[in-house]
Nanobody
Framework: QVQLVESGGGLVQPGGSLRLSCAAS????????MGWYRQAPGKQRELVAA???????NYADSVKGRFTISRDNAKNTVYLQMNSLKVEDTAVYYC????????????????WGQGTQVTVSS
């Protein structure tokens, strides 16, 4: 059984900053790719940023230069530092992980967190 526990969402004014965290726990031998997605009302879920185990990153064009993804492999935790927030960044942010379990080294599994609300408003 695996859990992804997100934290750090909230209400912030335009131009402000927030830092999201997502801690993975459970039957996890290794986490390959971790990422953050978001879904605004009436829109499809979209990739915000992702990071591999060795630190390679990719970002949505809309957040480049403003958001930074990082991870602590020892803690199975991924972070998303969000600066210069805009109203259009308002969404539910979901953590995502591709992982391998101790009981099955041959397969990779995907898991989603429950989401954390980020609201940017004056």
């Amino acid at each position: 059984q695996v859990q992804l526990v997100e934290s750090g969402g909230g209400l912030v004014q335009p131009g402000g900053s927030l830092r999201l965290s997502c801690a993975a726990s459970g039957n996890i031998f290794s986490i390959n790719r971790m990422g953050w997605y978001r879904q605004a009302p009436g829109k499809q879920r979209e990739l915000v940023a992702a990071i591999t185990k060795v630190g390679s990153t990719n970002y949505a064009d809309s957040v480049k230069g403003r958001f930074t993804i990082s991870r602590d492999n020892a803690k199975n935790t991924v972070y998303l530092q969000m600066n210069s927030l805009k109203v259009e960044d308002t969404a539910v942010y979901y953590c995502n992980a591709f992982y391998i379990t101790y009981s099955d080294f041959d397969d990779e599994f995907e898991y989603w967190g429950q989401g954390t609300q980020v609201t940017v408003s004056s």
